[in-house]
């Protein structure tokens, strides 16, 4: 396996929709007598660790949800009309219990958004001191849309 391969896979499996098998498959394509998938997985993996820092995080119960929108845009067909609809796929989390939650929205705009964070908390059956999001448009635009930190 050539090591400036690997560069360049571990760089595209951050990107969405990427797979160790769809990778494997063009390296097999360019290398016909090569690695197994196997094989090439574990190479994968080892480079990855060697190179991969990780920060071991405690959560405290009942103090963070973390929530986003999981990456494209997905679609579903009405059964009875056969109409295609998209939506958005909000997820939240409860870091300590990797409790999980999911909701399909028809956009992320604001009041969808407020209705899926509504929703998992219901699920929850609890609020948590703080609700946290990775710069979600939703939620940064602007400073007031009725989620406050609680104190």
Not at 88 to 113: G, N
Request: charged letters at 20%; aromatic letters at 12%; one cysteine or more.
């Amino acid at each position: 396996m050539h090591s400036w391969n690997i560069e360049h896979w571990t760089r595209e499996l951050r990107r969405v929709g990427v797979t160790r098998q769809l990778l494997w498959r063009e390296y097999r394509q360019a290398h016909p007598d090569g690695y197994g998938y196997s094989q090439f997985c574990e190479r994968l993996r080892r480079y990855v660790e060697r190179r991969d820092l990780t920060m071991a995080l405690s959560h405290v119960p009942g103090q963070m949800m973390y929530l986003d929108f999981a990456g494209k845009t997905l679609s579903w067909v009405d059964r009875h009309t056969g109409q295609l609809h998209s939506c958005e796929v909000l997820v939240a989390v409860l870091p300590h219990s990797h409790y999980t939650f999911a909701i399909a929205l028809p956009s992320q705009k604001v009041l969808d958004f407020i209705h899926g964070i509504n929703e998992a908390l219901l699920y929850f059956g609890g609020v948590p001191q703080a609700i946290l999001s990775d710069n979600l448009k939703s939620y940064v635009k602007r400073k007031v849309i009725g989620l406050v930190e609680a104190s």
